[in-house]
């Protein structure tokens, strides 16, 4: 079967409320699409230009496939290397002006910078959906996980970039926390470092708490939006979900039975956020190749989530993995889709899945310390370092 659009257009035109959105710096999009392109056999780059032209259409942004954009700090880091060219004269600068600034002063100043550039690209998306679509994620520091005070100053000065920022905090009780104090000044967020229906009902009840109050006094809410972000391949890897399940012997090598962890966590918080009517919309990543059916391999943590009412935030390497495994496929409705009884009666066996799972399963209090949470707030706090050491060698 062979398809003229690509497998992402035909993904989205499934219905109108599932978004894709690009996760990684706008900035390195021509460079990523120019690499991908060269590793292409000869006679199929002509088809995939055209494709990745309408994703991202440079001219027309606000006719793009792609309709907004979330980065952190690893992807922030990926983009010295990405454009060296064009982000060192930034960073000398910089020094420059800042001499006496501190070494993770100047980092921070090289983020905001990458960040400042980087959303010019989609402020006419922004401005033609009528501030809908176009927004793009700034993370606060992950190594301030808990400190609400410091949190804040940061979103609002994210925030003051750019209209289109939309402020990424992390899904521990004290961000949540700042999710609802952001909200209260209209400032669209984005929930990370978030696993579990837990979290994203904490976020989603901080976050009309929040708007409540802004409306209360007077806010404008007409460029606002709220989005959630799961984080699906990091939930179903944490290595004390395969340990607990071994033990009660559940096989998380078995990726059907593993990608229906993760798929389940999101169908289930999809159904509690329409029901109790919350405006905060789910936000999908960390896709994760798998399982082989009939001898194809799928990507069933966006093939299965096709048709939902969802962001669904791609990298640049799952974009091109997606498309090519695709590129002749066809990508039905799975809208509304429950998961298997027999794999749900298997998973629910295992502690670590049913906290996540649950909508009770954990406290707020409980949040910084759960596994994949540990595990990816280390991750981008060592990116941040990554990030200053790169300034001090520049």
Request: charged share 25%.
């Amino acid at each position: 079967m062979t398809f003229d659009k690509s497998p992402l257009e035909r993904l989205q035109a499934i219905s109108d409320d599932f978004e894709v959105w690009w996760d990684s710096s706008p900035l390195v999009y021509s460079a990523w699409t120019e690499k991908f392109l060269a590793e292409l056999p000869a006679e199929k780059r002509a088809k995939y230009a055209d494709w990745l032209q309408k994703l991202y259409n440079e001219k027309k942004p606000e006719d793009s496939v792609i309709r907004g954009v979330t980065t952190n700090p690893r992807l922030t880091r990926e983009t010295l290397d990405w454009i060296p060219e064009t982000c060192k004269p930034w960073i000398k600068e910089i020094k420059e002006k800042h001499p006496g600034a501190s070494l993770e002063e100047q980092a921070w100043m090289t983020y905001t910078k990458i960040t400042s550039e980087g959303v010019k690209k989609y402020m006419p998306m922004f401005e033609q959906s009528n501030y809908k679509y176009g927004h793009v994620s700034a993370q606060v520091d992950p190594r301030l996980i808990t400190d609400t005070r410091e949190m804040l100053r940061q979103g609002v000065g994210l925030k003051a970039i750019s209209p289109n920022i939309m402020v990424k905090s992390p899904a521990t009780k004290q961000g949540v926390y700042n999710i609802m104090l952001l909200t209260a000044l209209g400032i669209p967020t984005n929930a990370t470092v978030c696993f579990t229906v837990p979290q994203i009902l904490a976020v989603a009840n901080a976050v009309r708490i929040g708007k409540e109050l802004g409306q209360a006094n007077g806010v404008d809410y007409s460029q606002w939006r709220s989005v959630i972000t799961m984080m699906l391949g990091r939930f179903e890897e944490a290595k004390e979900f395969k340990e607990q399940a071994a033990a009660v012997g559940v096989d998380m090598d078995d990726l059907e039975i593993r990608h229906w962890a993760g798929l389940a966590v999101c169908k289930k918080s999809i159904q509690i956020l329409e029901q109790e009517g919350f405006e905060s919309k789910l936000l999908l990543c960390s896709a994760r190749p798998g399982p082989t059916v009939d001898n194809k391999l799928k990507v069933w943590h966006i093939e299965k989530m096709a048709g939902e009412p969802i962001v669904y935030t791609m990298n640049p390497d799952m974009i091109g993995d997606f498309m090519k495994l695709y590129e002749e496929e066809p990508i039905e409705n799975h809208k509304g889709e429950d998961i298997p009884d027999d794999i749900l009666a298997q998973l629910m066996k295992v502690p670590y899945f049913r906290e996540g799972y649950e909508a009770y399963g954990m406290t707020a209090e409980e949040f910084v310390n759960y596994s994949p949470s540990v595990t990816t707030a280390k991750g981008f706090a060592g990116d941040m370092r990554l990030l200053e050491e790169f300034v001090e060698k520049v």
